[in-house]
């Protein structure tokens, strides 16, 4: 969100005026609130009308590509594009595929040397919100969200 600085978004908030009870005023529009069933028309929306934007070199390094720019440059676009460290989002994707390794039954053992940690992950309770055992419990009526690649 270029027209929001990353500082007031990232651990902090930025102040959105609501127009009624179901919509809200972003960057010169009124939007409806998304819900679970619009949630990717609403996203959509976001990138069409430039409230969004994508950056490619942040993309390329995602994918593992290795750019022709400089490590702090790669930072520096990292942190404009997402507000958030490189470093920070490697933790968040690993955290993620841990949760995932450990609702198939993978024992938390595996998981932990599979994924390169040195003990038990706590990041998954920072960035997924559960722990390796409520994870293992696998309780369908708190399904979780982790479809979507950081």
Do not use: C
């Amino acid at each position: 969100m270029p027209h929001l600085p990353a500082s007031r978004l990232v651990d902090g908030f930025a102040e959105i005026p609501g127009v009624s009870r179901g919509s809200f005023w972003l960057k010169g529009s009124t939007w409806s609130l998304p819900d679970y069933d619009n949630a990717e028309v609403f996203v959509r929306r976001l990138a069409r009308e430039g409230v969004l934007v994508h950056d490619p070199l942040v993309a390329e390094v995602l994918r593992g590509a290795v750019p022709d720019v400089s490590d702090r440059t790669v930072q520096r676009r990292f942190v404009a594009a997402t507000g958030l460290t490189r470093g920070a989002i490697r933790q968040i994707d690993r955290a993620r595929q841990a949760a995932i390794l450990l609702q198939e039954g993978a024992p938390a053992q595996d998981v932990t040397h599979r994924l390169g940690y040195f003990d038990q992950p706590r990041s998954l309770t920072r960035y997924i919100g559960r722990t390796a055992a409520q994870l293992t419990a696998n309780d369908p009526s708190e399904p979780l969200s982790l479809l979507y690649k950081t």
